[in-house]
């Protein structure tokens, strides 16, 4: 018999897509490397050219660190980069909380500023191109790491490559020193490199070739068109568009109050952008705190890690319901009933890894009664396939997932429901709060990629069936987790739009650990973090994200030999072989 061809063979370590400077996710082709990975193994890590921005430090980030701490620091010494001075004070925040043997002056913060010439004003104004470093002694790294992967603050890798070249030509200085300078000094006036976004008049021969993969689909977008870029995100994640547009259609269409969201009252100016989407779970514990007072949250169902982390770690704790069913609800009504209150519950619309859907309905119902406020993750279920904003307070969405698909660019988006109880509360608080810290390189690759959005989605519900459909009932597979086979199914046909499907994620488990390893090395598809590519990927997910805590994970059910699936919009019937090949490949 002919054996297939892997298609999808790509080395330890490499970006994925390939060839991509700022890719979100990492190869790791077999179940041995992501437990080497998760070991510290050196023939892992030593080859990991990027991996998921919240996790791993991106090289370009760890460059400009080095030049700030050669400048600033002291021997000794680590640093973070944050995109400004009130995030970076939140970092030292969390060290005094998490570390108060620290003393102040241990945990200090440089402010880098722009020190351009007059001429440059009005760029520098619209891609604010500064930088708050904290610096602390390099043995609390973990305590600094712990802020930057739970927080989603830290700046992005394209950030840091534009803001390294101003400091290394003198064009970013600490404030201090800017201070210090004549008013009449213009100063450096070469500063600006050419980016990934506006490189002009350079052969395809003489680009740098990561630089190239990015760019040949003519994503070279002027830092000038980063307004209008925001402006149609905000406007793609409201749901006034739900066609695929580019961005002069998009910017010429009439405002659309609630044509999707289905929120009398809604518009995109309920729509605020974030570095990523736990940037915005955090940003929305944070100023519910700040706006409503120091409560304990409540996470209902089991979640992706760092959400339960962050109402874990910032504020006065929560209650962890993590198996998402009636059961805890009925216990949730009893301590409401015996006066207990909370700040908020967050969820996920449906869950990640399992796929559960919660009863949103029932929770709005709590919520009401007993204040308080309802959060809901809908990065899995996405706004096309389901509409869980008239059960909500807030939603928030990973935008470096579906939305953008193409597995370059990171963002999140946060969005506040105009009917909801404490809206003119929590709007005053967003008003006065908010940064907008998505950087503009970032913004414009992420309009740019979520064009064809809507086209998308369609295709990978249909692909995600199809794998779903191949799996079930197969003699060596435990269990398919997918919302249509969900036994919560009734929850999400309650927020399901008309023509919506079930999204593009799935997980399978097998009767042991040897047919789970087979099947996933077996599986020629692409395999790393993440989830949401155009690109079909793999992953031994709960390896990678409860690694040290695999008990604790399986007493919530989510069992370490978990195989998630993200599909993509290939073929459907080629990606179905794929899965069956996977399949005859377990032995009997």
Known sequence: MTVPIAENDIDVGETLPP????????????WRANVGYEEGEEWVVAKMKTGYPRFFI???????????????????????????????????????????ELSPAQVRIIDLVPAAAKERSEELAVISPRISAVLFPEDAFRTGKAFWQHSGDGISSRRAEY?????????????PALEEMSRFCKGPRRYQRKTSVDITNVSAETRDPTQFVEERFGRNLNLSLTKNAKLAVRRRIAGSLTADVELSEALALERDMEKTRHVAGFSEDDVYLYPCGMSAIFNAHR????????????????????????????????LFYGFGSSEE??????????????????????????????????????????DFAVIIDETIGNFLNVNVLPFADIVVSSLTKVFSGDSNVMGGSLVLNPKAKFYQQIKKVWDADYEDNHWAEDSLFLERNSRDFVKRIERINANAEAICDALLGHPKVKQVYYPKYSPTRQYYDRCRNPGGG??????????????????????????????????TLSSPYVILAHYGELDWAASWGVESDLVRVSVGLEEANKLVQVFRRALEAIPS
């Not at 060839?19 to 077999?30: F, I, Y």
Request: aromatic share 10%; proline share 6%; charged share 25%.
């Open 502 to 535: 079930y999204g593009g994620l799935l997980s399978v488990t097998f009767h042991t650990k040897q047919d789970a390893v087979a099947f996933f090395d077996n599986l020629d598809t692409v395999k790393g973090p993440s989830l949401g590519t155009n690109f």
């Open 329 to 370: 609800l009925d216990d949730l009504e009893k301590r409401l009933e015996n006066g207990e209150r909370f700040l908020a519950l967050f969820t996920e619309f449906p869950s990640n890894p399992l796929l559960k859907s919660p009863d949103i309905q029932r929770i709005r119902h709590l919520a009401d009664k007993y």
């Open 287 to 318: 100023n519910l705190l700040e706006s409503r007072g120091q409560l304990k949250s409540i996470v209902f169902g089991f979640p992706y890690i760092d959400t339960l982390k962050i109402a874990q770690k910032f504020g006065p704790g929560c």
């Open 58 to 100: 991106h090289k370009s980030i760890e460059k400009f660190t080095a030049a700030i701490l050669e400048k600033y620091g002291r021997p000794g010494e680590r640093a973070l980069l944050f995109p400004s001075p009130a995030v970076a004070r939140r970092c030292q925040d969390f060290f005094r909380a998490q570390a108060p």
């Open 163 to 175: 803001c390294h070249a101003l400091f290394l030509e003198g064009g970013l200085i600490d404030s």
């Open 19 to 30: 060839m991509t400077e700022h890719a979100v996710s990492v190869s790791l082709p077999t």
